[in-house]
């Protein structure tokens, strides 16, 4: 099974297949409005800006369960995201990453991509997934590696 194999609902309650994303290089990535990390959306933004014309995505999926630092709705986030950082690639209703009730998509990713010291859980906020654009995880990034520290690997990638 590939990581796009699963849908979401984007921020206006819609189902999104994802599998409609394969044939790009895809960047998966949970964010949070109220986090130290929530600037990297700018970052993510540019990434999204410079690349997505040679098919390169990014798809955010908010989540509250760090600090609580997510707790609008689908349009305050959708709002809040706009308006703050112009973003404008898309965003997909909050989701769980970690427990029971994690979407498929995450458990999916972090089987596929383990963590420091082959930990499954997702640390915080802004933990970056690349994926192939035949649906293969290629690297786990953490929250601290910037957008603009993934352009190397986007540009291999991009290249093969």
Not at 47 to 73: A, D, I, M, S, T
Not at 111 to 137: C, E, Y
Request: aromatic share 12%.
């Amino acid at each position: 099974m590939h990581a796009l194999a699963f849908s979401a609902n984007d921020l206006s309650g819609k189902p999104v297949d994802l599998s409609q994303y394969l044939g790009q290089l895809v960047l998966v990535v949970n964010t949070a409005s109220q986090c130290g990390f929530t600037p990297q959306y700018k970052g993510l933004e540019a990434v999204y800006q410079q690349f997505k014309e040679r098919g390169v995505e990014v798809l955010g999926f908010p989540c509250n369960q760090f600090g609580h630092q997510e707790p609008g709705n689908s349009s305050e986030i959708g709002s809040f995201c706009e308006k703050n950082f112009g973003v404008t690639f898309p965003l997909f209703e909050k989701v769980e990453v970690n427990g029971a009730h994690a979407h498929p998509l995450y458990q999916h990713l972090k089987a596929a991509a383990p963590g420091l010291l082959g930990t499954q859980a997702i640390k915080w906020n802004f933990t970056k997934f690349l994926i192939r654009q035949d649906g293969s995880v290629y690297k786990r990034y953490a929250p601290q590696t910037t957008p603009e520290d993934l352009i190397k690997d986007i540009e291999a990638l991009l290249a093969k």
